[in-house]
């Protein structure tokens, strides 16, 4: 699907978007090639959602009030902005530009909003949709997190359904069905990137119109 050239100016960092239903893995592979690699970080984004166990303000998000947010909105400090399941998310964009300054390829986990939004500001980044290896596994990971009672689940499958249907607007589609496959892919997306090669990927269309087939049941 990727049909953007490879060639860049080496001294600064790349921006990667990388975008997924919520359930689907996307932080836990985007943890583990951070780990695995000084080079690339994680953006950390700002929200307004309350914090939950385990978290720490400044690692897991910048945790924020409501006006606080708005008062960072109407200063233009963030380079995308969206209101997700009631909590707003943000992007800042002096962290994203200092970090990419310094030659360090920066990921950023967002929404297919903020994904277009991205892309289109910075023609330049990469964009990577994370999928489900089907509705129902979706459906059975979101439950067994056990973050969210029924009524959510639901409203997430329902979303799940929306983000899906933004496939065609990235340029690398990875299936988390099983965990090191997925991550060997995306290091092998990343590889090629700063290798200037590329990458030769399915056409995975029919596996996305199957996953839109089983939303079916999720109005």
């Given at each position: ?106 990921i950023l986990e967002i929404n297919w909003q903020g994904a277009a939004r991205i892309c289109q500001l910075m023609p ?6 994370i999928l489900p290896p089907s509705y129902q596994a979706l459906e059975t990971r979101l439950t067994d997190r056990g ?73």
């Amino acid at each position: 699907m990727n049909n953007k050239s490879n060639n860049k100016n080496s001294k600064t960092g790349r921006l990667i978007v990388i975008s997924a239903p919520s359930g689907t893995g996307k932080t836990t592979l985007v943890q583990a090639l951070c780990e695995a690699d000084p080079k690339l970080m994680v953006s950390v984004s700002h929200t307004t959602r309350p914090k939950r166990d385990g978290e720490t303000d400044g690692i897991a998000y910048h945790f924020t009030d409501v006006d606080s947010f708005r008062e960072m909105i109407n200063a233009g400090q963030f380079l995308e902005y969206a209101k997700v399941f009631d909590h707003y998310y943000g992007t800042s964009r002096n962290a994203v530009e200092s970090q990419l300054s310094e030659g360090r390829d920066v990921i950023l986990e967002i929404n297919w909003q903020g994904a277009a939004r991205i892309c289109q500001l910075m023609p330049e980044s990469i964009s990577i949709f994370i999928l489900p290896p089907s509705y129902q596994a979706l459906e059975t990971r979101l439950t067994d997190r056990g973050e969210d009672d029924s009524t959510t689940i639901q409203r997430r499958l329902r979303d799940a359904k929306n983000e899906l249907s933004h496939y065609k607007e990235y340029d690398f589609l990875v299936i988390n069905d099983e965990f090191e496959p997925a991550l060997a892919e995306l290091r092998d997306i990343l590889a090629s990137l700063r290798e200037n090669r590329q990458v030769k990927q399915a056409d995975l269309s029919q596996f996305v119109a199957g996953l839109m087939a089983e939303t079916k049941d999720f109005q």
